[in-house]
């Protein structure tokens, strides 16, 4: 297990809308712009959003992905390409120029991700195939030779994520099926076996999330369905009963979201829709009232992106 990619048949054609030649291959979605039409996003009308919006639907499988290489504590914006893997660093104020972190391809033909999974604060290239997961570690020169971290199959059909669930800094990997929630945890040099967290069925029909809403240090399992938001707490050994917290629907026809955006510690709900972005701040124990965050449209055409 080397982690050479594998499988290339949901490729497009290059962009090359003007970008500079290292980014000049940045993959383009072909389901891209039937998922935006389908949400909606592109007639603009935000009713016709929200009722085009398909279960099958990934929100967070962005084709340029955002986490924080460089142990600066600003996120960096990162391009998996087909000639490898490039990164601008946040300076701040804008994304510096683009530098190479992979003189080779590598991604996952069951989706590339970027989590710190060594506990040294570095985001690291995490490629799940059909034959495991491999993780090539974030260094201050790019990222190192690929390591087999799982050396069987390890993905979920409702999802694979990489978050730290059990609280020590290092992101555990995560497989979401019809059936449940299976962790493995990061030891900081592999993926440890897998444990039901989840024995019945936790995912949600609108996105399946894993962001500490608890405010603890662990990362919570956030299921968006048609009837609301459900978390079930990480208590570090599994996942606890469903909690509803919220008392109607909330999701964004363009992407929900779970990201820490008031800075007090604990990830607050996000929706992207047509007409704005509005958060539902966490209290801990629940999801407080909408406000709008922005009074008009903002949305990126890369994402929401479909799996089938
Ligand atoms: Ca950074
Ligand atoms: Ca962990
Ligand atoms: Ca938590």
Redesign the pocket.
Known sequence: MTGTPAGSGTRGDAQRDGLPAQEADGERNPQRQDAAAALGLLGGTPSSAAAGLSGQCVPNAAATQFA?????????AIAVNRRGITVR??DGRQFLFSQTWTRDAYYGSAGTFFADVTGDSRADAIAVTDAGITVRRASTIGFLSAEAWVVEPFSGVRGTFFADVTGDGRADAIAVTDAGITVRRSNGSRFLDAEAWAVEPAFGVRGTFFADVTGDGRADAIAVTNAGITVRPSDGLHFLVSQAWTAGLYYGAGGTAFADVTGDGVADALAVNADKVSVRASSGVGFLAPQSWTIDPYYGNLSPVCRN
């Open positions: 924080d290489v460089t142990r600066d504590g600003r996120a960096d660093p946040s």
